[in-house]
Structure formats: C-alpha cells, structure tokens
Nanobody, 119 residues
Framework: VQLQAFGGGLVQAGGSLRLSCAAS????????MGWYRQAPGKQRELVAT???????NYAGSVKGRFTISRDVAKEWVDLQMNILKPEDTGVYYC??????????????WGQGTQVTVSS
C-alpha cells in the first residue's frame, strides 16, 4: 500500500493551495493522519495532524491559516492552506500512523509534493 500526495504547485504569497493524500489500497486501523514539510536545508517538521476522533494539532506557524480534514472511511486526508507565505515553501509529505494486526505501529509516508510560494 502506498500513499499518494497531490495538489502542490507554485503560488504567490497570500494565495491558497489544497493538498490531498489517498492510500492506494486498504490500510486498516489509522490512528493519526498528518502533514509534514521539509524546506531546503532543514529538517522535516510537523505541519498538522488529525486523529481518528477528529482532534487536530497545528504547528504554531500555520495555525489560523491551514486546516486539516480527513475522511477515515476513505482513508483520505486534506490540507487547506490559505494566506501562504514564502516560508511555507517546501516538500509536503502526508503520514498515516497505523496500528497493525499484531498490535505494533507503523508509519506510512507519501512521496511528497512540492509547494513553492513566491514573494
């Protein structure tokens, strides 16, 4: 099973983009879905997560501008990004934190989608 992220692109500062992530097959018990990003020369950082109960968590730098949503049944997670800033530029990765049948945990990662915000 693979995660496919799409929706990235080039946008001017102040603009909006919507990212989506879907699984290529049935994954199972998803605990948390999330988005992370990695800017050039920097470590990957958390952008937003959402639990199976709908509890959300956002990085301080995106709070109030980004909104994460999910469809647990369809194993789909979106990230609506508004009022984009140049510092939001980076490769965005989706993540599914999954409980396996043997009770262990596993992280699925998407291939990444580039978001570039011009000033």
């Amino acid at each position: 099973v693979q995660l496919q992220a799409f929706g990235g692109g080039l946008v001017q500062a102040g603009g909006s983009l919507r990212l989506s992530c879907a699984a290529s097959g049935r994954i199972g018990t998803i605990n948390t879905m999330g988005w992370y990003r990695q800017a050039p020369g920097k470590q990957r950082e958390l952008v937003a997560t959402i639990t199976s109960r709908g509890v959300t968590n956002y990085a301080g730098s995106v709070k109030g501008r980004f909104t994460i949503s999910r469809d647990v049944a369809k194993e789909w997670v979106d990230l609506q990004m508004n009022i984009l800033k140049p510092e939001d530029t980076g490769v965005y990765y989706c993540n599914y934190h999954v409980r396996l049948p043997n009770e262990s945990w596993y992280d699925y990662w998407g291939q990444g989608t580039q978001v570039t915000v011009s000033s």
